[in-house]
């Protein structure tokens, strides 16, 4: 996370050797970036871009999704089975044979996520995913990472939603002009003032609610509604408990 | 809201079909909009948002080909009897990808090209690019190429362009997309600013209420190419609370806590919209 223009994406093309360091190293599964192809690192960290329309161009989506497992070498029965798997996870089966083009902004994007997460990497980078996305489709989305995150492969997301991230709750790290200025858990980094004005961020609106009841007692780094319910159902009731002695 | 200020945007059992998809786009859509009101228009992907706001600026039917029924005014005119270059200095269309509207070779041609095709005078033109320039927070990137800037601050440029025309609507169709928050919300501040000092009609697709909620007086909700809810925020969001987190819809945070300790009978006020008016009620509760 982090401002626009921070470096987000410019260290995220880093990691499939899209862009090769000036200075310093950086490797993949202990390969030096410089020393290996795209194509080579491509098949361990797949990149979904933030403009789906950058990647598109297949004539259905089907042919979009099967695209790199063909590159790829992938036998027919394979690359049928894993598209089909990954357009009905991501709720794109009954577009299997329509235009990527005629589809909406948000269901491109979801076109793009497919055709990467098809040759299943072990590395998913994905810039802004949440982009176009209505609340349905960012719980399935972020089910959809948990269980691959589950299964051992590691996500990197670059996002500036807040109430996204508040809800995933990984590990952060915060980008300013370039620099990385602070990691760790989402809790900690969303209800830190300093850090959230650092990275021309907003806090998700538990932590704002939840740093303007501080005088009640409650912990700061409440970022998700479902610990901020817990918290002020206890104290409520202890009101109610209160209130209703006192009469 | 609409009436005293007179209609700027009419639409009368307005529908809309894609050439080449099977269902429509838009059906039977019936909305007045008033000049200055500032409107939330959302609803699940694909519920017809985008096609509703290429209506009005007449990219439909003009570009995207398909059958077009009803009646669409804007300012009074038929929608169906203008070019698109007429329309479109009434109404100004700021993308979802702002890479799709820049083109030229610095970020203060981008903004003068619309001006300069009105046929103005040099000094007009110059008067409406600075001032557009200036509103949208572009200025110090005026020498730099729109390409090489970040998606944030080509939404920018994206939205100076479209000042410069002087519009009387703006449709913003989800501009804080590629926006860090603080910029989102600065963006939506200026859009405010630019309606309340120029009654300019604002029209925001967005799916997320958290950051609109605030500025927009009123909310539509679309499914399905209709129109489902129509009405202020407060009180749809007060009303509808369930039947639009079905939808799928983004709902504000405080909104979804509040509805949760409702459920639980800990609360018993109308939904609050944004966090100071949650605040303001725990607080109270909570000190008895």
């Known amino acids: ?247 | 809201m609409a009436g005293t200020q007179g209609e700027i945007i009419a639409a009368r059992g307005l529908g809309f079909q894609y050439a080449g998809s099977a269902s429509k786009a838009l059906d039977d859509i019936s909305i007045v909009i008033g000049q200055g009101e500032f409107v939330l228009l959302t609803g699940p992907s694909g519920c017809g948002k985008t096609t509703l706001c290429r209506c009005l600026n007449g990219l439909i039917p003009n570009f995207h080909p398909g059958e077009i029924s009803g009646e669409l005014l804007v300012d009074g005119v038929s929608v169906a009897a203008e070019t698109t270059s007429e329309l479109s200095r009434k109404v100004g269309y700021v993308f979802q990808n702002p890479e799709n509207q820049l083109f030229a070779l610095t970020v203060e041609k981008d903004v003068a090209f619309g001006p300069e095709n009105l046929g103005l005078t040099r000094e007009e033109i110059r008067g409406r690019v600075d001032w557009a320039m200036e509103a949208a927070g572009t200025v110090a990137l005026k020498d730099l190429a729109p390409y090489e800037l970040s998606g944030g601050q080509q939404q920018r440029v994206a939205l100076a362009g479209v000042l410069a025309m002087k519009p009387s609507v703006i449709v913003l169709d989800e501009p804080t997309s590629f926006l860090d928050p603080r910029t989102a919300e600065e963006i939506m501040g200026a859009v405010d600013d630019l309606r309340r000092e120029n009654g300019i009609t604002v029209i925001v697709v967005e799916h997320r209420l958290d950051l609109v909620g605030r500025y927009a007086e009123r909310i539509v909700v679309m499914d399905h190419g209709r129109i489902v809810a129509d009405g202020k925020v407060e009180d749809v969001l007060d009303a509808e609370f369930d039947r639009l987190s079905g939808l799928g819809i983004g709902l504000p945070k405080v909104s979804l806590l509040w509805s949760l300790l409702k459920r639980d009978g800990l609360v018993s006020e109308r939904l609050p919209t944004h966090v100071e008016s949650a605040v303001k009620m725990l607080s109270q509760r909570l000190s008895n």
């Open chain 1, 1 to 247: 996370m982090g401002e626009n223009g921070a470096g987000k994406t410019t260290l995220a093309k880093q990691l499939n050797g899209l862009l090769r360091p000036t200075l310093g190293r950086v490797t993949v599964d202990g390969d030096d970036t410089t020393k290996k192809s795209v194509a080579q690192l491509s098949r361990k960290v797949g990149i979904v871009f933030q403009n789906p329309d950058h990647l598109l161009f297949s004539e259905t989506v089907r042919d979009e999704v099967g695209f790199a497992l063909k590159n790829f070498g992938f036998e027919l029965g394979v690359i049928v089975k894993q598209v089909e798997r990954t357009l009905e996870a991501l709720d794109l089966a009954h577009y299997a044979d329509t235009s990527p083009f005629l589809l909406s902004g948000g269901e491109r994007k979801r076109v793009a996520l497919a055709a990467v997460l098809a040759w299943e990497p072990d590395y998913l980078i994905l810039d802004e995913p949440t982009i176009g996305q209505d609340y349905q489709q960012k719980e399935r989305l972020r089910n959809f990472i948990l269980q691959l995150n589950s299964q051992g492969k590691a996500v990197v997301m670059v996002t500036h939603d807040v109430e996204f991230v508040a809800e995933c709750n990984p590990k952060v790290v915060l980008m300013s002009k370039g620099r990385i200025v602070a990691q760790g858990q989402a809790d900690e980094i969303l209800s830190d003032d300093g850090l959230i004005e650092k990275a021309s961020l907003v806090k998700p609106q538990m932590a704002k609610l939840f740093s303007q009841l501080g005088g009640f007692g409650f912990p700061r780094d409440v970022v998700d509604v479902h610990r901020a319910k817990m918290l002020l159902e206890e104290k409520l009731s202890e009101v109610k408990v209160r209130v209703a002695q006192g009469s």
